[in-house]
Structures are given as structure tokens and as C-alpha cells.
């Protein structure tokens, strides 16, 4: 039986994803499904390459899903700061990661050219199957870890003592959807558009690892794996103009972890 708690990040979750349904269909009657990119593919300034403003913007069909989707996502985290006071920090810094995204991306869907320093991306133009699919195959091989050797203890699992539900909810929804937020559709796109594909993936790769450091306790391989999600991640969101690949494997990855650990709580 869940907890009150328990009950209130579950209803988070299934009103994001109702609220972004109604979104995406809404967007549908508009015909966003059929916008067209009229910016060069990311791909042909990939090795330090500066890509003209505006190739990584908001202007991307479903913007409006897309900001109530983290809207709602955002929400349940800025719950967990409030009420579950051993995580009330990192919920702290989750939300902040969440606003200065949000800056940034209004910034880029009312002037993409009104800056050179920032980018951004949200779920793409079209080929959602082919997302998808990348950011399965994406996640295998770090799932896969979980057989070989100590690979369990690569990946770290939030658990809010008593609560398995909301330890799963935490981990495997909220932490992704604002980690590739903003490693992702922020630090990559900004990083890229100024220097390249590679070096805007390996700047964000590093961050991230850099930003999981404390949680590792500073071990080395752990954090390589890190760096090689991150930097993956983000070759393949740029390829696709779009952070859906990664979102997928992070989610993909930190249920599999997740369901494991939180199991043996319940």
C-alpha cells in the first residue's frame, strides 16, 4: 500500500503525461507534425564548426507539450524539496537546473538570433520512432552492465527511506527528464552551436560526470561510464536536433537500477 506521499508523485506523473497528450493533440490539429527544419542538419558543422544561430532553437514542433511536460516534471521535483527533507537539496538544485532551461529556451523561441551563447532543443522534427528506437539501443549496453561483474553498483538510486514508490518515481522519471533538460538540451546545444558536435558532446559529457562526482564518491570508473552515457547522449540528440534519444536511455537505464534496488525496500 502507498503512503499519502507515495500517492502524490504517482499523480505527477500520470498528469504529466495526460496534460501532454492533450498537448500533442492540440499540436496536431495545427498540423505541428508537419513543420519542416529549415536549419542545416547539426551533423555538418560536427568537429569545431561553428552552426549558424538559430539551428538549435525552440522553434520545433510540440513546444507546448514539451513545456508542460517539464512543467509538470519540474513540479514534482520542487514536491520532493519541500517535503522530503533528506533530499531537499538535491531537489533545490534540480529545480534550479529546470529554471535557467526554461530561460534559455524562452529566449531561443522568441529570438534564436537574439544571442550567440545559448542553445536549445526539445523533442526534434518528426521520426519519434527512429528517437525511440536510438535511445533503446543507446541503453542497452549500459542495462547490460548490470550482468557483468560489479556493474549494480555503477548506478546510484535515490531512496527516500519507507518509500519504494516514490524512491522509483524519483530515480527513474523525474531525475532524467531534468538531467537531459539540461545537460542535454542545454549545456550540448549551446556548446555545439558555438564549436561543434563533438566538443559541445564532450563538454556535456564532462559536466555531467563532473556533476555526479559526490554521488560516485569520486571513483574513477564509475564516472567514465558517466562521461561515455553523456557524451553519447548527446551525439545522438544532435543528430536529431532533439533530446527524446537520450531521455529514453536515461529513463531506460534508471529503471532498470531502480526496480532492482527499490524491490528489496517494499
Known amino acids: 500500500m502507498i ?22 493533440k492540440a499540436a496536431m490539429r495545427r498540423r505541428e507534425q508537419y513543420m519542416v527544419d ?13 552552426m549558424p544561430e538559430g539551428t538549435l532553437s525552440a522553434r520545433q514542433p510540440f513546444r507546448k507539450a514539451f513545456f508542460w511536460w517539464y512543467m509538470v516534471t ?7 524539496a519541500v517535503n522530503v527533507p533528506e533530499w531537499s537539496t538535491v531537489g533545490i538544485i534540480y529545480v534550479l537546473f529546470a529554471a535557467i532551461s526554461f530561460t534559455v529556451y524562452l529566449v531561443e523561441y522568441v529570438d534564436p538570433y ?5 542553445g536549445c532543443m526539445l523533442w526534434g522534427f ?4 527512429d528517437q525511440i528506437l536510438e535511445g533503446v539501443a543507446l541503453a542497452t549496453p549500459f542495462v547490460l552492465l548490470g550482468f557483468v561483474g560489479q556493474g549494480m553498483q555503477v548506478f546510484q538510486v535515490l531512496q527516500i527511506e519507507g ?5 522509483l518515481v524519483l530515480t527513474a522519471f523525474l531525475v532524467p527528464n531534468i538531467e537531459e533538460l539540461f545537460f542535454r ?13 563533438v566538443q559541445g558532446a564532450f563538454v556535456s559529457g564532462f559536466v555531467f560526470a563532473v556533476f555526479h562526482g559526490a554521488v560516485y564518491h569520486k571513483e574513477l570508473i564509475p564516472l567514465m561510464i558517466v562521461f561515455a552515457f553523456g557524451f553519447a547522449a548527446s551525439m545522438v540528440d544532435l543528430r536529431h536536433k532533439s533530446i527524446l534519444p537520450g531521455l529514453v536511455a536515461h529513463t531506460i537505464i534508471n529503471f532498470f537500477y531502480a526496480i532492482s534496488i527499490v524491490s528489496s525496500m517494499a
Open 163 to 167: 518509500m519504494p514508490v516514490a524512491s
Open 114 to 118: 537574439i544571442t550567440d551563447v545559448t
Open 38 to 50: 529549415k536549419t542545416p542538419p547539426a551533423y555538418d558543422y560536427f568537429w569545431f564548426a561553428e
Open 3 to 24: 503512503c499519502f506521499e507515495e500517492f502524490i508523485l504517482v499523480g505527477v506523473v500520470v498528469f504529466a503525461f495526460i496534460v501532454t497528450a492533450m498537448q500533442i
Open 126 to 129: 518528426g521520426n519519434y520512432d
Open 74 to 80: 519540474t513540479f514534482g521535483m520542487l514536491w520532493i
Open 185 to 197: 538540451g542545454f549545456i550540448t546545444s549551446s556548446v555545439a552551436e558555438d564549436i561543434g558536435c
